[in-house]
């Protein structure tokens, strides 16, 4: 019989070309797809994401659904699929659920948050936007606050291929100033393609005197503004939680 499961797994992204399966490149999907059809007789099973991380972002917890009619518990199967998997992936978590839940509909809240270093250390390359650069701080506060509540998120996000609606609810918002870094937090019902990042660099540009708050808050509010978005590169970004 069908048993539905729960995955919860993270990810150095890297090296994948983000969640979603695509011909001829290495994705976190596929990868996973791969693995449950071998537990699976060679038969292919489908795994949903809570969302589609793009290339380059990386997950702390991220979490999945897939369907399997196998004898394994939940702890071995989560021990058979870490051994089919690449080392940079990992399941945290494996559990049995009812057959109603659904990893991407389901999913209330997602949190995001993305890293900037201050300095170039070696060893945070992969995980962090490495920048020389200066940001102020009552500027990056400023404009974070523009963002809590319900919004069109058109211009900070690459959203024209998405037939769905293009609002977002934000429920929280805020820059956190640590020795090295500036890290961003963001939590909210949803997220459009690039819209987290797009909202890093699009701060950031602003934090750098190159741009008003009020041209990020009239994109914030979808009005014609002194300013277009800019996409923050990847490495820095991380799906962190996703509430059910």
Known sequence: MLQRFRLN??????????????RRERTVQQEMEEALAELNHGQPVTLIGSG??????????????????????????????????????YIRDCCPVEADFHARFGARRRTYVYRICLNRVVLERRTSWQ?????????????????????DFTRLSRAAAEPESKICIIYDSKW??????????????????SMVRML????????RGKGQVADFQALVENRASGMTAVTAPPQGLFLQKVDY
């Open 176 to 193: 956190i100033k640590g020795d090295n870094f500036l890290n961003y937090t963001i939590i909210g019902n949803r997220f459009l393609h």
């Open 200 to 207: 890093v660099g699009t701060m950031a540009t602003v934090a």
């Open 52 to 89: 589609r991380t793009d290339a380059g972002v990386h997950a702390l917890g991220q979490v999945a659904h897939f369907d399997l009619d196998t004898n394994l518990d939940a702890a071995t199967l989560r021990k058979a699929l870490n051994a089919k998997t690449g080392v940079d992936i």
């Open 9 to 22: 797994l993270e990810y150095d992204g890297t090296d994948f070309r983000g969640w979603q399966r695509q």
């Open 131 to 151: 920048t020389d650069d200066r940001f102020d701080e009552n500027t990056l506060h400023e404009c974070a606050a523009c963002l809590p509540g319900e919004h």
